[in-house]
């Protein structure tokens, strides 16, 4: 198995700019989640999906985070405009169908810097 | 508001001396408490997790144990493979949702 597939692996853009994440969870998982990682905050939950449906965006920072799961291979973390305060790694982490709690499989991450 | 708290921040161990890392927390309504491992420039990785007060779980020279206050992840003759940044989280239920909380984590060095 390939693992959790995230994409691109380094992202740089300038303030203002759209910024589009993708991850590709674990096949036969049924819940994906997106976090954020940063030096001062730690690791903070953003959104999570169950079976491709959006359960709790509660930790989406503001507005122009969206999160998308239109199938269940496939998912997006939108930031629209970005800026330099988004600088941190993104990660995404599958969890096994049937299982509940924080037993994820996490991806290697996207580092993001907005300058 | 929950909290979760792990100390030291940072341990630097002889390989094969014996210790153990803190994760204290508040919150409200328990629901589960979840170690991993991270390794840098990676995403962590699932270790361990405890449900209950009084419940252990061990993998090889790990062990993580559970009172109402606070996890310990106890760490038996380490190897400089063990090397890592050990991260604890805390579900629990909040407004409805099963909220997460992770600890900033413990950087554990071991030195051969």
């Known amino acids: 198995d390939a693992g959790v597939i995230q994409s691109p692996r380094h992202e740089v853009t300038e303030m203002g700019q759209e910024v589009t994440l993708r991850c590709k969870p674990i096949?036969?998982?049924?819940?994906l989640f997106w976090y954020r990682q940063t030096m001062m905050r730690g690791l903070e939950l953003l959104i999570y999906?169950?079976?491709?449906?959006?359960?709790?965006d509660s930790g989406m920072p503001e507005d122009r985070f969206s999160a998308k799961m239109p199938n269940a291979s496939f998912s997006t973390l939108k930031i629209q405009p970005s800026e330099p305060r988004d600088s941190a790694v993104y990660f995404c982490?599958?969890?096994?169908?049937?299982?509940?709690?924080?037993?994820?499989?996490f991806g290697p991450g996207t580092r993001l810097t907005v300058t | 508001e929950d909290q979760v708290t792990q100390s030291p921040e940072a341990l630097r161990l002889q390989e094969g001396e014996s210790s153990s890392l803190n994760c204290s927390y508040t919150?409200?309504?328990?629901?589960?408490l979840f170690w991993y491992r991270q390794d840098p420039g990676k995403g962590p990785e699932f270790l361990f997790t405890?449900?209950?007060a009084g419940e252990e779980k061990e993998k090889e020279r790990l062990k993580a144990t559970l009172t109402k206050k606070e996890s310990f992840l106890h760490i038996t003759a380490p190897k400089p493979e063990d090397s890592a940044t050990y991260l604890c989280?805390?579900?629990?239920?909040?407004?409805?949702?099963?909220?997460?909380?992770f600890g900033t984590g413990t950087k554990l060095q071991v030195i051969p």
């Open positions: 919150v409200s309504g328990l629901r589960g």
């Open positions: 405890l449900y209950s």
């Open positions: 989280a805390v579900q629990a239920l909040s407004g409805g949702y099963q909220k997460v909380t």
């Open positions: 982490a599958s969890r096994p169908t049937g299982t509940s709690g924080y037993e994820q499989y």
């Open positions: 096949s036969g998982h049924n819940s």
């Open positions: 999906f169950n079976n491709n449906v959006p359960i709790d």
